[in-house]
């Protein structure tokens, strides 16, 4: 038979009100109590039941993480980031994939289910910033991710693309590349990950009296593998000459590096290579990748720091809060010094 709360207050010699307030971390209980009830749960392996729990309280320990694709390794590191910082606030997580579909973004976050949850963490990719009035009436507490809403009507928490995608291409010109690819921009995007990244990119060529050139950008239709092993084989097949690469995600670098080497170019020596985003696969790559680490595990933090105050104070009426995670060049072999 499992355990019940009435068991746990003998083992403990205390009243099922007290084993209560141990469980609902109720702050005034001696310290003694506090032990010899939480080491007859350990003992009698006491589950408490959540559900009950969660009516009484109005809450349910779980929230929602609405991300576009766990193919994405960023995104699936990330999601393992925000369940291990939920983890340490007690929550469990609920993910939801939204493909970056538009429509599909505003059923999720509307739907039935988003309001069985404590909170939203809600990577945006479908939509805009013309779009953000649509969030007002989002009645569980929520935190947005990503580029493509600012200054909307919940905190979001972000990385620096712009300034991290210059670091990037400042890295590069200060190995002594010149003739820069640019991979991974997205046709016609401004505001989004690719054209934030992309203003980082020129901002650097600016600084460094570099020349912009339109034919050294890669355009690709995703952030994947393929894509970047599709666009490569486009730009040697046209002759281009280059001898860096500025990638917009790790994904589409390592799809263009095989595609290099298997043409016979050699990395760094003949083209110096960076990515963004620093997922696990960089560390283990031949040759190791260079690459942005935009504070992944930052964000997961203060994300779910900033939707825990939300969840407990629902109706304080703060203001959004805007918050950009720090980030660093990790150098590695893709981008080593080359000496003559």
């Known amino acids: ?4 709360m009435h068991d746990v207050a003998r083992e403990a010699g205390v009243s099922i009100k007290t084993v209560s307030n141990v469980i609902n971390d109720y702050p005034y209980i001696r310290p003694e109590t506090k032990q010899r009830v939480e080491d007859a749960i350990a003992k009698l392996g006491y589950r408490p039941n959540l559900s009950a ?3 009484r309280s109005g809450r349910t320990g779980v929230i929602s993480l609405i991300i576009p694709d766990l193919r994405n390794a ?16 007690s929550l469990s997580v609920i993910i939801e994939q939204s493909r970056g579909d538009r429509d599909r973004e505003l059923d999720l976050v ?12 809600y990577s945006v990719l479908g939509l805009g910033e013309d779009d953000a009035h649509l969030l007002d009436d989002v009645v569980t507490p929520l935190v947005l991710l990503g580029e493509r809403i600012f200054h909307g009507p919940a905190d979001h928490v972000t990385m620096q693309n712009t300034e991290a995608s210059y670091a990037a291409t400042k890295h590069l010109i ?9 991979l991974g921009a997205h046709p016609g995007e401004i ?19 570099i020349p912009f050139d339109s034919e050294l950008v890669g355009e690709v239709d995703g952030w994947f593998r393929s894509e970047g092993a599709n666009t490569m084989k486009q730009l040697l097949a046209s002759g281009l000459e280059f001898d860096g690469v500025v990638a917009f995600n790790d994904s589409i670098a390592l799809g263009a590096m095989r595609i290099m080497q298997e043409a016979g170019i050699r990395i760094p020596q003949d083209v110096a290579v960076i990515g963004f985003d620093d997922i696990d696969e960089t560390r283990y790559t031949l040759p190791t990748l260079t690459t942005i680490d935009p504070g ?3 964000i997961a933090r203060v994300a779910v720091q900033y939707l825990q105050e939300r ?18 060049v990790v150098e590695r072999e893709s981008t080593a010094p080359v000496t003559m």
């Open 53 to 55: 729990r969660g009516l």
């Open 311 to 328: 969840i407990a104070s629902p109706t304080s009426g703060a203001e959004p809060r805007e918050y950009l995670a720090d980030f660093r």
């Open 110 to 121: 509307h739907g039935a289910r988003m309001q069985a949850v404590d909170g939203i963490l």
């Open 74 to 89: 960023y995104f699936a590191e990330l999601a393992d980031a925000v369940m291990r910082a939920a983890a340490e606030q």
């Open 1 to 4: 038979m499992a355990a019940t």
């Open 174 to 182: 200060d190995r002594g590349r010149r003739r820069i690819v640019a």
């Open 296 to 298: 992944r595990e930052e």
């Open 191 to 209: 505001i989004g990950s690719a054209g934030l990244r992309l203003t980082g990119y020129q901002r650097a060529l600016d600084d460094a009296s």
